[in-house]
């Protein structure tokens, strides 16, 4: 019966701070980054796609180039916040923090150069 439990209930708790933060850079703030570029890639293509099906009537022109033109900024807005947090990392002397880190890291280690 306990292999139907959640194997989440039997994690190790973070030891110290870096720990912590790394596991909600990894678990919590990046999915949701790449959610929303998702999303806003699915409008992308959303408005690419209507664009060319409404291509015989201005207002539908006009509704595809907008759901395209506020697709590509929400790829662009999150673009920036991967670029935002590593210019952060780097200028604050971050060491050893990835803003994407890959599969099978379990935390990340902070270094903070002092």
């Known amino acids: 019966m306990s292999s ?8 190790a708790q973070p030891q110290n701070i870096n ?4 596991r909600l850079n990894k678990y919590l703030i990046n999915p949701i980054i790449i959610l929303m570029f998702l999303l806003a890639f699915v409008y992308f293509l959303w408005g690419l796609f209507s664009f060319i ?14 759901h395209i033109m506020w697709g590509l900024i929400g790829m662009a807005i999150m673009f920036s916040v991967f670029t935002i947090l590593n210019i952060l990392m780097g200028t604050l002397n971050v060491q050893g923090i990835k803003v994407n880190p ?7 280690y902070i270094n903070y150069g002092l």
């Open 4 to 11: 139907l439990l959640p194997k989440i209930a039997y994690a």
């Open 19 to 22: 720990e912590l933060v790394g």
């Open 53 to 66: 099906k409404d291509s015989r009537s201005p207002e539908g022109r006009t509704t595809g180039g907008s």
């Open 102 to 108: 890959g599969a099978g890291e379990e935390y990340v």
